[in-house]
């Protein structure tokens, strides 16, 4: 199917809360292919979530066998499989005692760790770097400070302080006794990770949120 083809349908079907670019038909590895034949190196790696590259034959084999084993059954019943990958994840991340939150998304990953915070701290305030992006549910969106993605829903349920990245006196200003916690971001907003250039953030108390 020619893209400009393609494009009107999506135009005419699909809600425009995305603004897209090529149509991409497939992938390996690290390359992409659009409709045309080109080849690409895919640096955008479905925002940095395709670690493993695209159709790798091992995750391939995987999503088939359990397609054809058992589609879903809610969390409502054992699942064989899910207890083992948390207990990999459990052991790999060093956290003696952790336990694992499997979610459908970095929204909703970023709502249940927010949630998490304000349920063991008590308290209700958070605190966000202003380039961060942290998803476009009405939690995670209080946390982003980017007016575009916010304004047209405010007002928004959690109160959040948001302080220019890598700005320790800023932070320093803006936490207290009142805050739940903090998601660092991994940065410069999306696409683009940097490590801060001064100091470390200030604890203070508040939980750690982030999603990875
Ligand atoms: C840093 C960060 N947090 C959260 C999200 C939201 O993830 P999702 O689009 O899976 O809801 C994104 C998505 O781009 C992100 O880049």
């Known amino acids: 199917m020619v893209q400009d083809e393609y494009r009107d349908m999506c135009e005419t079907y699909l809600m425009r809360n995305f603004g897209r670019h090529m149509l991409i038909t497939h992938g390996k590895g690290a390359r992409v292919w659009d409709d045309e034949g080109n080849e690409y190196i895919d640096c955008v790696a479905g925002i940095a979530v395709c670690s493993t590259g695209h159709c790798h034959p091992k995750v391939s084999e995987a999503i088939c066998r359990q397609a054809k084993e058992l589609i879903h059954i809610s969390n409502l019943f054992y699942i064989p499989g899910q207890a083992e990958l948390a207990k990999r994840i459990v052991e790999k991340s060093g956290i003696k005692g952790g336990r694992v939150f499997f979610s459908n998304s970095g929204s909703e990953a970023v709502e249940a760790a927010v949630k998490l915070a304000r349920v063991r701290t008590g308290k209700k305030r958070f605190i966000a770097f202003k380039s961060g992006f942290h998803g476009r549910t009405f939690g995670a969106l209080s946390l982003t ?38 998601n660092p971001g991994t940065g410069a907003g999306r696409g683009r990770s940097l490590p801060p250039r001064t100091g470390r953030v200030p604890g203070g108390g508040a939980q750690r949120v982030h999603r990875e």
């Not at 993605?149 to 803006?174: N, Q």
């Open 145 to 182: 400070h980017k007016e575009d993605y916010r304004l047209p829903f405010t007002p928004l349920p959690y109160d959040c302080s948001f302080v220019e990245y890598g700005d320790i006196e800023g932070l320093k200003a803006v936490m207290d006794d009142t805050v739940a916690g903090g």
